[in-house]
Nanobody, 124 residues
Framework: QVQLVESGGGLVQAGGSLRLSCAAS????????MGWFRQAPEKEREFVAR????????YYADSVKGRFTISRDNAKNTIYLQMNSLKPGDTALYYC?????????????????WGQGTQVTVSS
């Protein structure tokens, strides 16, 4: 049974930083591209970042480019999202997701497995 478990969310002031983690189990982690998505209240879930299987390719939404960094440790079956210069607009429930296909996609429908999410709240 595949499980993705996010952690590291919390309350932070604008301009601060947080590091999210997502631990995966029940799948051959190194064969999955991984992504982060987020959903703010009353908004649709949106793509944040993606990292390829071997971490050779990384993609970011324009809204987080230059502030967020996605990384992975295949030995630990874990991905990370380092979030710097946080803004109130970054407030959302953050989800990690696993995609068995190698080609880049920002569509939720392409991802096979999802975590339950971790809440990030940025105060002004």
């Amino acid at each position: 049974q595949v499980q993705l478990v996010e952690s590291g969310g919390g309350l932070v002031q604008a301009g601060g930083s947080l590091r999210l983690s997502c631990a995966a189990s029940g799948l051959t982690f190194s064969t999955y591209a991984m992504g982060w998505f987020r959903q703010a209240p009353e908004k649709e879930r949106e793509f944040v970042a993606r990292i390829s299987r071997g971490a050779g390719s990384r993609y970011y939404a324009d809204s987080v480019k230059g502030r967020f960094t996605i990384s992975r440790d295949n030995a630990k079956n874990t991905i990370y999202l380092q979030m710097n210069s946080l803004k109130p607009g970054d407030t959302a429930l953050y989800y990690c997701a696993a995609d068995r296909t190698p080609w880049f996609s920002t569509s939720e429908a392409e991802y096979d497995y999802w975590g339950q999410g971790t809440q990030v709240t940025v105060s002004s």
